[in-house]
C-alpha cells in the first residue's frame, strides 16, 4: 500500500465550512496527488506536489487549496465547502524505483459528504 | 487537454474473457495504465504499456497500439472477484501525472 494513509476516512459537513484532509505517507516519495472521484467521471486531478512546498494546479482546482510543509505529509483544504464537493476524495504517490514503470498508489479514501 | 473513453458497463459470465478497451487522445505519450478498483476500495495497479504490443501477465493482458491511440485489457479465465471497474489511465509527459477515463465497470455473472 506505499505506506499511504488518509484521515479523516469519513467526514459530514454543513456547507461553509473549512475542511482538511490529511494524506501521511511513510516512504519518503516525492510526487503526491489529490483527486476526486465521482460517478461519471472517473478520477479527476485537483493538485499535486513535487516536493516540500512545491504544488501545481490539476484540473479541479477551483475551490481547493493545498499545502506541503513536510514530505510526509500533504494537505487538501476546502475553504469553504458547497456541496458540489461532496465526492470521494483519494490521496496518492508516484513510486519512483528507478524503472520505467513509476505507477501511481493510491491511499484508502476519504468520503465527504457536504449538506 | 486530455480525452480519454472506455465503455461505461461490461458483463460477462464466469470462466469466459472480457475485453475492455481504451481510446485516447492526450498532447503527448509516457505510458498508459491500467488499474482495478473494487467498490467502496481504492484503485490498484494491474498493468502498464509504453510500447506498442502485448504484456501478459497471469491471467490479465494488456495491448497497446501507440498510433492508433489504442489499448485493451483482457480479462481471461473470469472470476467472481473479478467484478469491479476497471480504470484507464494515460500519463502525457514525463511529470507523472495520470488522466484517467471514467472506469468500465465489469460484472461478471455464475
Known amino acids: 500500500d506505499a505506506g499511504i494513509t488518509q484521515s479523516p476516512r469519513h467526514k459530514v459537513t454543513e456547507t461553509g465550512t473549512p475542511v482538511t484532509l490529511r494524506c501521511h505517507q511513510t516512504e519518503n516519495h516525492r510526487y503526491m496527488y489529490w483527486y476526486r472521484q465521482d460517478p461519471g467521471h472517473g478520477l479527476r486531478l485537483i493538485h499535486y506536489?513535487?516536493?516540500?512546498?512545491?504544488?501545481d494546479k490539476g484540473e479541479v482546482s477551483d475551490g481547493y487549496s493545498v499545502s506541503r510543509s513536510k514530505t510526509e505529509d500533504f494537505l487538501l483544504t476546502l475553504e469553504s465547502a458547497t456541496s458540489s464537493q461532496t465526492s470521494v476524495y483519494f490521496c496518492a504517490i508516484t513510486s519512483e524505483r528507478g524503472g520505467r514503470v513509476n505507477e501511481q498508489f493510491f491511499g484508502p479514501g476519504t468520503r465527504l459528504t457536504v449538506l | 487537454g486530455q480525452n480519454i473513453d472506455q465503455p461505461t458497463e461490461m458483463t460477462a459470465t464466469e470462466g469466459a474473457i472480457v475485453q475492455i478497451n481504451c481510446t485516447y487522445q492526450?498532447?503527448?505519450?509516457?505510458?498508459l495504465f491500467w488499474y482495478q478498483q473494487h467498490a467502496g476500495e481504492a484503485p490498484t495497479f494491474l498493468s502498464y504499456?509504453?510500447?506498442?504490443g502485448l504484456e501478459e501477465k497471469g491471467r490479465f493482458s494488456s495491448f497497446l497500439s501507440r498510433s492508433k491511440g489504442y489499448s485493451y485489457l483482457l480479462l481471461k479465465e473470469l472470476q467472481m472477484k473479478d467484478s469491479a471497474s476497471y480504470l484507464c489511465?494515460?500519463?502525457?509527459?514525463?511529470?507523472?501525472?495520470?488522466?484517467f477515463g471514467a472506469g468500465t465497470t465489469v460484472t461478471v455473472r455464475a
Open positions: 489511465a494515460v500519463r502525457a509527459v514525463a511529470d507523472y501525472k495520470l488522466s
Open positions: 504499456n509504453v510500447l506498442d
Open positions: 506536489s513535487y516536493g516540500v512546498k512545491d504544488t
Open positions: 492526450t498532447s503527448g505519450f509516457n505510458g
